[in-house]
Nanobody, 129 residues
Framework: QVQMVESGGGSVQAGGSLTLSCRAS????????MAWFRQVPGKEREGVAL????????DIPTSETERFNLSQDKSKNTVNLQIHDLRPEDTALYFC??????????????????????WGQGTQVTVSS
């Protein structure tokens, strides 16, 4: 059983920064990627950003390239998501999931959320104005 463990969330003031970490106990895809999602009560889980272990595919929204930064430590199966200039609308429970590289290449990972099997408990980010 693959385990995903998210950490690094917290309560911060608007304008602050946080680094969220996700560690996978193992990967199941030959070409794995790690995707971050977030969810607020009553809404669908939405894709935030993704990075593939190979380095061949990364997906960060164009509007967020200055606020979001992804990094990975392959030796530890860990991916970090750094968020700068946090805003109240970033408040959510953040999750990570393993995603196959072909879903990154096809830009389909944001809509195939229900197909991903292994999720952690999430880490809460709360941003106050």
């Amino acid at each position: 059983q693959v385990q995903m463990v998210e950490s690094g969330g917290g309560s911060v003031q608007a304008g602050g920064s946080l680094t969220l970490s996700c560690r996978a106990s193992a990967y199941t895809y030959d070409r794995p990627c790690m995707a971050w999602f977030r969810q607020v009560p009553g809404k669908e889980r939405e894709g935030v950003a993704l990075i593939c272990s190979s380095g061949r595919c990364t997906d960060i929204p164009t509007s967020e390239t200055e606020r979001f930064n992804l990094s990975q430590d392959k030796s530890k199966n860990t991916v970090n998501l750094q968020i700068h200039d946090l805003r109240p609308e970033d408040t959510a429970l953040y999750f990570c999931a393993e995603v196959p590289e072909y879903d990154c290449n096809s830009h389909s990972w944001r809509v195939r959320v229900s197909e991903y099997k292994f999720w952690g408990q999430g880490t809460q980010v709360t941003v106050s104005s």
